[in-house]
């Protein structure tokens, strides 16, 4: 059974720190392609970052890049989401999910394209 589990979250004061795990169980994160999703109260679910599984090219939405980082640990079976200078506007639930590779030059970075979901973790900056 294909299950994602994020943890991570918390409060933290504007220009903090949190790094969010995923952690994958029954299937290898590396067969998969893994993005990270966030929805604040009121707003829809937007993508954080998404990747190809060709070369592992990542994208960041625009309003994170230079301040989030993706990155994985294959022997924990692992992906995490490093979140440095944090703002109030990130506060919302932050959600991995999961699906087939497809192509593997293709960005997938929409919620319907995705299969499998963790519960989220909620992370709240404070101002």
């Known amino acids: 059974e294909v299950q994602l589990v994020e943890s991570g979250g918390g409060v933290v004061q504007a220009g903090g720190s949190l790094r969010l795990s995923c952690a994958a169980s029954?299937?290898?994160?590396?067969?998969?392609?893994i993005a990270w999703f966030r929805q604040a109260p009121g707003k829809e679910r937007e993508v954080v970052s998404c990747?190809?599984?060709?070369?592992?090219?990542?994208l960041y939405t625009d309003s994170v890049k230079g301040r989030f980082t993706l990155s994985s640990d294959d022997a924990k079976n692992t992906v995490y989401l490093q979140m440095s200078s944090l703002k109030p506007e990130d506060t919302a639930v932050y959600y991995c999910?999961?699906?087939?590779?497809?192509?593997?030059?293709?960005?997938?970075?929409?919620?319907?394209?995705?299969?499998?979901w963790g519960q989220g973790t909620q992370v709240t900056v404070s101002s």
């Open positions: 999910a999961a699906r087939g590779i497809g192509d593997y030059y293709t960005h997938y970075c929409f919620p319907y394209e995705y299969d499998y």
């Open positions: 029954g299937f290898t994160v590396d067969d998969y392609t």
């Open positions: 990747i190809t599984s060709s070369d592992g090219n990542t």
